[in-house]
């Protein structure tokens, strides 16, 4: 269908309009890319069509960056590219090759730079029947709000031995006292009030919205006092604020929470790892800082299957932008072999409907993924570590998907 066909979302009084036929940028992807955009595709118009027949239809543009755009046009990450997802405002992608000792330091922290994707949003919850490490990964029911545009991946640092890194080495120790080795490269890590209270607020917001229990701010502070410590405080204030009578600290409550309010309270990061393991179900909604977020959502991945489990969502909830993504990596030694997973961008792509307000198509993907991986038809890093199952390919666990959603 001709992308005059399609319309753009709008964005009308804080809120997310989609035309039913809404024009959506994707890019497919590097490395294994190609074929998970394949099989994914198929599962989103399936979808789509089960629930609304031909009343609604999505129409496809793509979009260049990585590996295919920099062969056609010599840019890693075409200008036109943010353009497309700034006209069209909701869009998804496959895994993304970083560039090597050129370019951009990471296309993905690019895009999200470029259009303020704030918010990285990262559900992370056990399907039955997949492989886990630990015992019982179905108390594994979390959703990470990561900052996404702070910390340390602003890229602020100096490399060991420059003349501009002894330079500021020499104002830091003449300045503040500190004392450095001089052979230290040095990195700055801001993190500001403004980036940890939008933050903050995206997450009580997704919690109260879906009448999650508690929202945990994750962080380190007992060390990094001006920096994590301020994401916590920062954080607590904003909740005490703006969401008074909704809300209830885990101090004011004595930790024992109130019926009908949302529990804020906080994790050191290493207690937070320890205790995600031992007591998960303890935890809903966490909302923290970018490395942390880096961490701790891939960690729980583990829990409940990988990486190829796990879908993720950029969001800037004020603008409405929005980019959803495959959450793993381009895994070349396997592109063109239709062999991997698809289901991060499959579960992305449900993660891509709700936004837009079409959760029954959302509801469609994810019943039809896990009747899916419970008949133990299942892609090759799930087979070998499921006891009786069959390996299929990319392509037929996603048009397995398909069936399974009619049903």
Not at 211 to 237: C, D, M, P
Not at 341 to 357: E, K, R
């Amino acid at each position: 269908m001709a992308l005059a066909a399609g319309e753009r979302i709008a964005f009308v009084d804080g809120r997310l309009v989609a035309p039913d036929r809404p024009i959506i940028p994707y890019i497919e992807g590097d490395g294994t890319g190609p074929d998970i955009w394949r099989a994914a595709v198929r599962v989103f118009d399936r979808a789509v069509e089960l629930c609304w027949k031909r009343k609604r239809r999505i129409v496809w543009k793509e979009v260049l960056a990585g590996e295919k755009a920099f062969k056609e046009t010599k840019n890693w990450l075409p200008q036109e590219t943010i353009e497309a997802f700034q006209e069209h405002r909701v869009g998804i992608k496959g895994p993304l090759t970083t560039p090597v000792g050129e370019g951009i330091r990471s296309l993905n922290v690019a895009l999200r730079q470029k259009l303020d994707l704030y918010a990285c949003v990262r559900p992370v919850r056990h399907f039955p029947g997949v492989p886990s490490p630990v015992k019982e990964p179905q108390k594994v029911d979390m959703v990470v709000f990561r900052e996404n545009t702070e910390d340390v991946y602003v890229g602020f640092e100096l490399e060991s031995g420059k003349e501009e890194t002894k330079d500021l080495l020499e104002h830091l120790l003449k300045k503040y006292g500190w004392h450095i080795r001089p052979d230290a490269g040095i990195g700055i890590k801001p993190i500001s009030k403004f980036g940890s209270q939008r933050l903050v607020r995206a997450a009580i917001d997704y919690a109260l919205a879906r009448k999650r229990k508690s929202v945990t701010l994750v962080h380190k502070g007992n060390i990094q006092k001006f920096t994590e410590g301020a994401f916590r405080s920062w954080g607590y204030q904003l909740a005490k604020e703006e969401y008074r009578n909704r809300v209830i600290t885990w101090e004011d409550s004595g930790g024992k929470p109130q019926k009908g309010k949302l529990l804020i309270k906080d994790a050191i990061a290493d207690a937070f790892f320890q205790q995600a393991l031992t007591r998960p179900e303890e935890f809903d909604v966490i909302a923290t800082m970018n490395l942390n977020g880096d961490y701790m959502s891939d960690a729980l991945a583990a829990q409940v299957g990988g990486l190829g489990m796990a879908p993720g969502g950029n969001i800037n909830y004020e603008s409405g932008y929005a980019i959803f993504e495959a959450t793993h990596g381009t895994a070349p030694k396997y592109a063109g072999l239709d062999k991997v997973n698809p289901s991060s961008v499959i579960l992305s792509g449900a993660m891509m409907l709700d936004y837009m307000g079409w959760s029954e198509a959302a509801r469609k993907i994810e019943g039809g993924i896990e009747k899916t991986l419970a008949s133990r038809k299942v892609t090759y890093d799930l087979a070998r570590l499921m006891d009786g199952a069959e390996e299929i390919s990319c392509s037929q666990f996603g048009a397995l998907v398909c069936e399974n959603m009619e049903e």
